[in-house]
Each structure stands twice: as structure tokens, then as C-alpha cells.
């Protein structure tokens, strides 16, 4: 059901607008179990599906380690993911 609504709500945007294109933004809060694999599963997500998941994907890193914040740091540039803090969020916005 809560397909079938994206699809329709999606669709009434297209024909009330069809010029008109609004970004958007996956914001990952991430966690200590496995956040690196969280990013790899986001970006996989944003190719198979491209701008219909995401225009961009933003990588919250606060809670974690510093071994985990160093690998997500790695996997965010390899996958194109914004990596930052909850506060610096606002920079990356338009």
C-alpha cells in the first residue's frame, strides 16, 4: 500500500508539474552494527534506482567510534555518500 501511494502522489506531481523537479536527500543515521555495509547498501540503492531514491545521500557520523568513523569515511568517498556531523548537515543543503 505504501508503494501504491509513493506511486500515485509521484504521479499527480508529474502532471501538476511536470517542468518542476525537487531534490532529494537520504539522510543515514548511522550506527555501531556494520555502518560501513549501511552507505555500500544506500549507494547500491541510489544506482539501481537513481533519482528516485536520492539526489544525494548524507552519512550521519556522530555516535560512532573512531575506527568505524575512519572506515565510513573511506566508504563515503569511494561511493560518493556525504559523510558528516548532524550539525554540519546545513552545509551540504542547497
Not at 7 to 27: D, N, V
Not at 72 to 88: I, Q, S
Request: proline share 3%; glycine share 6%; aromatic share 8%.
Amino acid at each position: 500500500m505504501l508503494g501504491l501511494a509513493e506511486f500515485l502522489h509521484g504521479l499527480k506531481l508529474r502532471l501538476k508539474a511536470p517542468e518542476k523537479r525537487a531534490l532529494t536527500y537520504l539522510i543515514l543515521s548511522l550506527d555501531e552494527n556494520c555502518p560501513e555495509q549501511q552507505i555500500a547498501y544506500a549507494a547500491e540503492q541510489r544506482v539501481w534506482l537513481g533519482c528516485a531514491y536520492a539526489d544525494q545521500i548524507i552519512a550521519l557520523n556522530d555516535g560512532l567510534n573512531a575506527e568505524h568513523r575512519l572506515c565510513c569515511a573511506e566508504a563515503a568517498k569511494r561511493y560518493g555518500v556525504v559523510f558528516c556531523a548532524a550539525n554540519e548537515v546545513t552545509r551540504f543543503l542547497p
